[in-house]
């Protein structure tokens, strides 16, 4: 796989007329061969001490083929002609088991496959390990000069190359970098201790910013530790652009043609229809650079594409992949995913985010006498996929008279998330994406608080 970075990369030789020649022997209707290259080297400081700095190089091969109208799929961990025969031979023969109504055929169209220049980070081929230590010492001196009980600060830094090739002559590329730089802070205070946590991921280390960073992760523990429950009750809530953002995965399923397709999605027959409020409108784009997800390409080598799954409250489309498009009479969104090489492909969110509004997030409360203003969730993870209810522990700060007051943890949020999109009263102008999911700050009326089993701090 020939690449201008090829020292990033874990090092392999691909002997293309060979590997044609095993998959084109099995004798299949069309096949597919995904190929994964990815090499993350990490770093973490504890106590401002180096703890821990490696290198890990991984290689991923897929490989689906068609026979007689069904799919076949295997996959394998290396690049050699003789494995990739006998893993093509293990999904020609494992095909006759497999449902006709699983299977399309593979694109026969290259898409577009020029990489946004922002995607890859330039400085990358010269970079040494000195800087990467003195990025990650930017976070933990400023939690040292805070004296705080206990830090870490972890940087890692990914290069993924991918290359897409089928009997159809696609042979397309796709290549990416992104860093990631996170601190952890604990502080200790009249509640015991509390902890902080803040990170984001960019594709180039220049869009880091160290100090918000470890400022955000210092005032979450430092303000934790002074906190305190409050009443149960129904309360005006903001969500912070952290935690509105962590509620899109879950809700991505809901969207997912495979969940609609096999009725496992509540809103499955709702387009066309209002779910939500006018003030809300939800978008994927898989080409949007400052999401981790952008890229020319998905899994399939479906062009990837902006897609509007609310528009002002209405839903509007659903997340497709080939085959649920296929199955559901739509148009594929460029969301054919595969969550690892051995995975299979489904529809899932490229860069998922909550298109902002035009209100500084100081507004959004200005006239709020008591609310809650959520800056961490614990367990967003465990909301029910098919129904969306959820019950989630929670911490922030109480509103009082247009400004966030004291702290508070030891309480939940419960509701169910189409209920909370109907809720939303507003949304502000601060879009921040975490990983692949974005949000700004958006504000929502009657949410149920309750107390908690635990502190979210």
């Given amino acids: 796989m020939p690449s201008p970075y090829t020292a990033l990369l874990p090092a392999v030789d691909l002997p293309l007329d060979r590997v044609y020649d095993a998959l084109n022997a099995q004798g299949a209707d069309q096949w597919e061969l995904f190929i994964k290259l990815q090499r993350e080297r990490s770093l973490e400081l504890r106590g401002g001490a180096l703890e821990a700095r490696s290198t890990c190089d991984s290689i991923g091969v897929g490989i689906r083929l068609i026979r007689e109208g069904r799919l076949g799929l295997s996959y394998l961990s290396q690049l050699d002609p003789a494995a990739i025969s006998a893993a093509a031979q293990a999904a020609y023969t494992t095909a006759v088991y497999n449902d006709r109504e699983l299977c399309v055929g593979f694109v026969d169209t290259a ?18 390990d000195e800087q990467r230590l003195a990025t990650a010492r930017a976070v933990d001196q400023l939690a040292k000069s805070a004296k705080v009980a206990h830090r870490e600060v972890c940087y890692i830094e990914t290069v993924t190359q991918v290359r897409l090739l089928n009997s159809h002559g696609v042979d397309v590329e796709k290549l990416c970098s992104l860093h990631g730089l996170s601190a952890t802070i604990v502080a200790e205070g009249p509640r015991g201790e509390a902890t902080g946590w803040y990170g984001l991921d960019r594709h180039r280390l220049a869009d880091l910013d160290a100090r918000e960073i470890g400022q955000r992760a210092l005032r979450q523990a430092r303000d934790q530790s002074q906190a305190e429950p409050i009443d149960a009750g129904h309360y005006v809530a903001l969500f912070a652009p952290i935690t509105a953002a962590e509620l899109l995965e879950p809700l991505s399923a809901l969207f997912s043609g495979e969940e609609i397709a096999k009725g496992r999605s509540p809103i499955g027959d709702k387009i066309g229809t209002e779910i939500a409020s006018p003030a809300l409108t939800l978008i994927d784009d898989g080409t949007l650079d400052a999401g981790s997800a952008a890229a020319a390409f998905d899994d399939e080598a479906t062009a990837q594409q902006r897609t509007v799954l609310i528009d002002a409250g209405v839903m509007s489309n659903m997340l497709l992949d080939r085959l649920y498009a296929h199955r559901l009479g739509r148009l594929p969104t460029g969301n054919g995913c595969r969550a690892e090489h051995s995975a299979p492909i489904s529809p899932q969110a490229t860069n998922l985010f909550v298109a902002p509004g035009s209100a500084d997030p100081l507004a959004l409360i200005s006239d709020v006498r008591r609310g809650i203003y959520i800056t961490e969730l614990l367990g967003a993870e465990a909301i029910d996929p098919e129904t969306g209810d959820f019950s989630i522990g929670a911490c922030g700060y109480l509103l009082e008279n247009g400004r966030p007051g004291r702290a508070f943890r030891g309480v939940a949020i419960v509701g169910n998330l189409l209920t ?34 635990g502190d979210a701090g």
């Fill in 111 to 128: 898409p577009a496959t020029q990489t946004s220049a922002v995607l890859f980070d330039p400085d990358l081929n010269d970079r040494r």
């Fill in 420 to 453: 909370l999109m109907r809720g939303v009263q507003a949304v502000g102008n601060d879009l921040t994406f975490f990983g692949n999911y974005g949000a700004p700050s958006i504000r929502v009326e009657g949410l149920e608080l309750i107390a908690g089993d």
